[in-house]
């Protein structure tokens, strides 16, 4: 049961960073505010659920391997730090791309970023 939940909450971490990267990256037609916001969010459950993942890939078992590791070694939240420095260097990059350049260099009229 143990092999079977560590699969099931890994494969959860994944899809609840794919579920953040898509809120912060493809909602056509909102404001970078609400991106934001629902963004961080979306981060903050994925942080909780692979944080859990890691507790259950460094539950004290005989069968374990992992036992012994601490939190922040383990497969999930190593894979969780990474993509939410990815997703929030990505998504101030695109920030800056989007709303600083075309204002600063005065080639939109109407730019709509603050």
Do not use: H
């Not at 794919?18 to 990256?25: C, D, E, I, L, T």
């Not at 791309?97 to 603050?114: E, K």
């Amino acid at each position: 049961m143990l092999e079977l939940g560590k699969i099931l909450t890994f494969f959860g971490g994944m899809a609840s960073l794919y579920w953040a990267a898509v809120a912060a990256f493809f909602q056509p037609g909102s404001q970078w505010e609400d991106r934001l916001a629902v963004a961080v969010g979306k981060l903050l459950i994925s942080c909780l659920i692979c944080f859990a993942s890691g507790m259950l890939f460094r539950w004290p078992a005989r069968t374990n391997p992992d036992a012994g590791q601490p939190l922040f070694a383990t497969l999930p939240v190593r894979m969780f730090l990474w993509g939410a420095t990815g997703i929030c260097a990505l998504f101030g990059m695109s920030w800056y791309l989007t709303c600083n350049a075309p204002c600063l260099a005065n080639i939109a009229q109407d730019c709509v970023c603050r």
